[in-house]
């Protein structure tokens, strides 16, 4: 059974900087695609960042330049860097991982329980 386990969200300042970490753990042969979403009350939920096993990462275009994927493969962890955060951003963070459990099996995605991320002042 494959488990993502999410920390790092938070209240911070507009303008101020949070970083989520993602770590996966369970049977895991290997990691395909990971990534960031977000929803925020009212909206549908949304990619915020991915990152795929030869490293190419995308962004959204209203993080581009403030939100930065990362990743530890052996620690099968991955981070989410996010700064100069906006009220805008304010949403529950959810890390996503498309994962192989064996070489024998079919990539099945698996999601975090979501953290909660609060731009104010």
């Known amino acids: 059974q494959v488990q993502l386990v999410e920390s790092g969200g938070g209240l911070v300042q507009p303008g101020g900087s949070l970083r989520l970490s993602c770590a996966a753990s369970?049977?895991?042969?290997?990691?395909?695609?990971m990534g960031w979403y977000r929803q925020a009350p009212g909206k549908q939920r949304e990619s915020v960042a991915t990152?795929?096993?030869?490293?190419?990462?995308n962004y959204a275009e209203s993080v581009k330049g403030r939100f930065t994927i990362s990743r530890d493969n052996a620690k099968n962890t991955w981070y989410l860097q996010m700064n100069s955060l906006k009220p805008e951003d304010t949403a529950v963070y959810y890390c996503?991982?498309?994962?192989?459990?064996?070489?024998?099996?079919?990539?099945?995605?698996?999601w975090g329980q979501g953290t909660q991320v609060t731009v104010s002042s």
């Open positions: 990152m795929s096993s030869g490293g190419i990462s």
């Open positions: 369970g049977n895991i042969f290997s990691i395909n695609v």
């Open positions: 996503n991982a498309a994962i192989r459990a064996t070489w024998y099996s079919t990539t099945a995605v698996y």
